[in-house]
């Protein structure tokens, strides 16, 4: 999506009709400009209706993050932060990986990066992640710890409870989490986690830690993802502000990943498990190596892994994909 379209879309975020001609003048070009700039555009999750002598209509509008509306809410300390948000960027994560220079020396004031629209979002274990244009909330902040990458076990789950704990504030009661760090409502994906590892072995680390959840995804958006999603649009009745959900997960992560720091996901585990949606079910968990195990969810160790009940004994896995067995759809 080149910087003119991007242009029109926030001209047409009115959502009112408008013609080539006038959009044409207010950009000083001609009408053609304006027509090719709007071709495709319906990839990007945009609903775009267009009736002659009417012009263009933005159906979906959207509410543009905005940092000084993010923080200027009440609980955020707007020194803590320092937030830069794109349009368009390849993947949140990505940007912090590649810029160094925005690594902390510590967390007085912790790097924040938001997009409107990811071209290359990445999802866990290779996997992508799909949204539309301004349909989802999609960030990635860093994190400095003064302990080694091999001390952040359960990491992942942690930023699960702060996403759950916010969306439970925003009286979405029902939402929980599936294992290792996928945000559920009625065993729908809600939001997911994405998290990148940099540093020493005995410290200091970096965490880069990504998080999408869905607001209002389109129809288009929705018939790509070949799995269950949902949106905060279709599980709530309220209307969510992007920019007020958005501040508060940075009040809560800035809480959890301190806390995490001095005590280690133990001290989260049994609030982790609370929210396990597969707690006590049946499961097959697939490994990387392509096989499968089939046992009942007994909780989480101390690193974060899952403990499984089988017919030869307990015993925790820490990295694999888990389903529901057929018995419990």
């Known amino acids: 999506m080149n910087q003119r379209t991007l242009t029109i879309l926030k001209l047409l975020n009115d959502g009112q009709f408008q ?27 945009i609903v775009l209706v267009k009736i002659r002598g009417r012009g263009y209509r933005w159906i979906n509008t959207i509410s543009y993050l905005n940092k000084d509306v993010i923080l200027g809410f009440s609980l955020i300390n707007p020194k803590s932060f320092s937030i830069r948000i794109f349009e368009t960027l390849e993947s949140t994560n990505s940007f912090l990986l590649n ?67 916010v969306l439970k504030s925003f009286s979405i009661t029902e939402v929980g989490l599936k294992w290792p760090n996928d945000i559920l409502f009625d065993n729908q994906k809600l939001a997911g986690v994405l998290i990148d590892l940099r540093g020493e072995i005995f410290g200091p680390s970096y965490a880069i830690i990504g998080i999408g959840i869905n607001f209002k995804l389109s129809e288009i958006i929705k018939s790509s993802i070949k799995q269950k999603i949902t949106d905060l649009s279709t599980v709530s009745c309220l209307k969510i502000d992007r920019n007020l959900i958005f501040s508060a997960l940075l009040v809560e ?29 049946e499961v097959s968990l697939i490994l990387p190596n392509g096989s499968s195990i089939v046992g009942t969810v007994d909780g989480v160790v101390d690193d974060g892994s899952i403990c499984l009940r089988t017919p030869v004994g307990k015993k925790s896995y820490h990295v694999g994909d888990i389903s529901l067995r057929s018995n419990y759809h």
């Open 253 to 281: 992560l800035k809480k959890l990943l301190s806390d995490f720091g001095c005590y280690g996901f133990s001290y989260f585990k049994n609030e982790w498990i609370s929210y396990h949606v597969y707690e006590g079910k």
């Open 19 to 45: 013609t080539g001609i006038s959009l044409a003048k207010k950009l000083n070009c001609s009408r053609a400009t304006i027509s090719n700039a709007l071709k495709n555009i319906d990839s990007y999750g």
């Open 99 to 165: 810029n160094l220079e925005l690594r902390v020396s510590n967390n007085d004031c912790i790097p924040v990066v938001a997009t409107e629209f990811q071209t290359h979002g990445r999802g866990r274990a290779g996997r992508s992640w799909q949204s539309g244009f301004g349909d989802s909330l999609t960030f990635s902040i860093v994190w400095r710890f003064e302990q080694g990458v091999s001390t952040l076990s359960g990491l992942s789950l942690l930023i699960g409870v702060a996403v759950v704990r």
